[in-house]
T-cell receptor, first 114, second 116 residues
């Protein structure tokens, strides 16, 4: 079965510091991987995705993530945190090929310290 | 503007009543999805539909029902059989790829259901 593990349900960083949110996946087929962001009482917005090709993907708001097959990881980073980055972040993986369901991690709540 | 609308944003119901949550999209997307979100549990798939008049159960379908009579609409009914219906419900849609390529799921703003 496909699964996603997000290490750390809560992460706090100082404004201007590096943001690192961890995501490890399990998949029996080549994975498609996604990071979404959710602000309070809102839907999810896509930050970035990896399908094929370049393993370092860049997304919106200065975020990027690197697909590492050997480590089954897809960690999300941002060089310098901004107060507006405070939100909940979800990593997701596509399941069986031809079956377009996504499996989500349990989320990481990011707090920015002024 | 194209997008996904969910209504209402907040919904209160008495225990034992069925309630229907609305989801409409004008993105001309083929597939639509319903998720349930509970604190600390991420998103769990309730039902999804890849084509009109067809839908499949997700991971937690018990106590829920759906219909897909129109491409734009995918309403979710929370029945009295759902033991713990209070949650945040999210609808999503996606354009199906001809070769199975997974395009992005786009999400609506959600409906927060509280059963009293």
């Amino acid at each position: 079965a496909q699964s996603v593990t997000q290490l750390g349900s809560h992460v706090s960083v100082s404004e201007g510091a590096l943001v690192l949110l961890r995501c490890n996946y399990s998949s029996s087929v080549p994975p498609y991987l996604f990071w979404y962001v959710q602000y309070p009482n809102q839907g999810l917005q896509l930050l970035l995705k990896y399908t094929t090709g370049a393993t370092l993907v860049k997304g919106i708001n200065g975020f990027e993530a690197e697909f590492k097959k050997s480590e089954t990881s897809f960690h999300l980073t941002k060089p310098s945190a901004h107060m507006s980055d405070a939100a909940e972040y979800f990593c997701a993986v596509r399941t069986n090929f031809g079956n377009e369901k996504l499996t989500f991690g349990t989320g990481t709540r990011l707090t920015i310290i002024p | 503007d194209g997008g996904i609308t969910q209504s209402p944003k907040y919904l209160f119901r008495k225990e034992g009543q069925n309630v229907t949550l609305s989801c409409e999209q004008n993105l001309n997307h083929d597939a639509m999805y319903w998720y349930r979100q509970d604190p600390g549990q991420g998103l769990r798939l309730i039902y999804y539909s890849q084509i009109v008049n067809d839908f499949q159960k997700g991971d937690i379908a018990e106590g829920y029902s759906v219909s897909r009579e129109k491409k734009e609409s995918f309403p979710l009914t929370v029945t009295s059989a759902q033991k713990n219906p209070t949650a945040f419900y999210l609808c999503a849609s996606k354009k199906e790829g001809a070769t199975g390529y997974t395009d992005t799921q786009y999400f609506g703003p959600g409906t927060r259901l509280t059963v009293l």
